[in-house]
T-cell receptor, first 115, second 114 residues
Framework: DVKVTQSSRYLVKRTGEKVFLECVQD?????MFWYRQDPGLGLRLIYF???????EKGDIPEGYSVSREKKERFSLILESASTNQTSMYLC??????????????FGNGTRLTVT | DQQVKQNSPSLSVQEGRISILNCDYT??????FLWYKKYPAEGPTFLIS?????DKNEDGRFTVFLNKSAKHLSLHIVPSQPGDSAVYFC?????????????FGTGTRLTIIP
């Protein structure tokens, strides 16, 4: 069974802090994704990566960056946290070998509060 | 611009009855559709999918119907069980873009009443 692990379930950070959200998957998946979930807005794609050191912007990349130094690990970075980045962050992975539309496997999420 | 819309934020259904969750989309390039289920404090899990070459896909108690002309899909759960209480997201993608362009709806919270 695919396991996607997000290092923190809850985080509280102050405005202006640099924040790192870590995600690790154990199924050797090439594709990894970061989404945020907000009430009334559903899941929105922030960044994704389809290989080590590769990254692509999603629909809402502003204020975020990512790092993929190893295949199993995908980090989301908030360079200077702001209150509008308070949200639930979800990491996901998938394998392109299963076809372009293979289901995403999600982690349990990190609820980030920026005060 | 919300390309995938779930107009019902919540739905309550009696246990044993049919639950019908609806989803509309606007982008005619979408040709693959998925439903995900999310419990509180957990990530979404894949439930069922359908390709645009089909109009129905069934998996146990779950059936997804696709009406391409109306740009509408629905998820039927029969019979509904208390464990089905969760938030359901529909999602869509276009073959040319693959996974990275999976667009999600806003979700519908389903409550099954015992």
């Amino acid at each position: 069974d695919v396991k996607v692990t997000q290092s923190s379930r809850y985080l509280v950070k102050r405005t202006g802090e640099k924040v790192f959200l870590e995600c690790v998957q154990d199924m050797d998946h090439e594709n990894m994704f970061w989404y945020r979930q907000d009430p009334g807005l559903g899941l929105r794609l922030i960044y994704f990566s389809y290989d080590v050191k590769m990254k692509e912007k999603g629909d809402i990349p502003e204020g975020y960056s990512v790092s993929r130094e190893k295949k199993e690990r995908f980090s989301l970075i908030l360079e200077s946290a702001s209150t509008n980045q308070t949200s639930m962050y979800l990491c996901a992975s998938s394998s392109p070998e299963a076809g372009n539309n293979s289901p995403l496997h999600f982690g349990n999420g990190t609820r980030l509060t920026v005060t | 611009d919300q390309q995938v819309k779930q107009n019902s934020p919540s739905l309550s259904v009696q246990e044993g009855r049919i639950s019908i969750l609806n989803c509309d989309y606007t982008n005619s390039m979408f040709d693959y559709f998925l439903w995900y289920k999310k419990y509180p404090a957990e990530g979404p899990t894949f439930l069922i999918s359908i390709s645009s070459i089909k109009d129905k896909n069934e998996d146990g108690r779950f059936t997804v119907f696709l009406n391409k002309s109306a740009k509408h899909l629905s998820l039927h759960i029969v019979p509904s069980q208390p464990g089905d209480s969760a938030v359901y997201f529909c999602a869509a993608s276009a073959a040319n873009f693959g996974n990275e362009k999976l667009t999600f709806g806003t979700g519908t919270r389903l409550t099954i009443i015992p």
